[in-house]
């Protein structure tokens, strides 16, 4: 595993928490964590938790990160926000084309294409998220609609670009099902969306960061993390708890 693939270990809230709420987790969670130093953390936060987090956990080990933004700098787009926006506010990360925007908010592979460029323009990490529905699996089109996810979303990419990226696997039946995908499942998949990278990025494709999400827990983080091409994770309603997360980044791989 490269430098460049340095675990990264990725809280999604989704829409929970007020900064009320997000104040108390980040005063349990920071003390639990702050020795954390060989990986990195990240929480993905409502945009009203951003500027109270970005304060919160200015100059520690735990990135702040946007769920969603726009590709535009600004415009007529209500009820969105822009990279220099959320660059201005502190923080450090954006999650993008996660399977909920996708489903309930339209967020498309042509969009994301222009949203992933944006962000790492920005100076952002784009946490740019893919993954097949239970039926696409089941119909055996898994690496269809993720190849094609990858190839469309990585377009205007060039390959020394890949190490400031990240790319999270979610596959949606696993995601708030509590239906893990398998060990195996999650590596296989992942390798395969590497591979996918590398067909078009070449060598450079050992150096992306490549997430699993769906279901992750303190009871499967270990084994997950010891999968060869799992680079971390990214972790919905088991981010919620302050101690379960601080768990999930502690991982210590299975021999
Ligand atoms: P989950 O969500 O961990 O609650 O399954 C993962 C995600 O949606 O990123």
Known sequence: MSFARRPLMAGNWKMFKTQAEAQD???????????????DILLGVPFTDLNAMVGATRGGNVLVGAQTMHYADQGAFTGEVSA???????????ILGHS?????????????????RVALDAGLLPVLCC???DDERVAGRTEEKIGRQIDQALGALKADELDRLAIAYEPIWAIGTGK????????????FVRSRVRSTFGPAADRVRILYGGSVKASNIDVLMAQPDID?????????????????????PLA
Request: hydrophobic share 45%; glycine share 6%.
């Open 180 to 191: 893990t995908a398998t060990p195996e499942i999650a590596q296989e998949t992942i390798a």
């Open 100 to 116: 909920e925007r996708r489903q309930y908010f339209a967020e498309n592979d042509h969009d994301l294409a222009q949203k992933v």
């Open 84 to 94: 220099p926006m959320l660059v201005e506010a502190g923080v450090q990360a954006v």
């Open 131 to 133: 993954g097949e529905t």
């Open 232 to 252: 971390g994770v990214l972790v919905g309603g088991a981010s919620l708890d302050p101690a379960e997360f601080a768990r999930i980044v502690k991982f210590e």
């Open 25 to 39: 987790y980040i005063a349990v969670f920071v003390p639990l964590v702050a020795q954390v130093d060989d990986r």
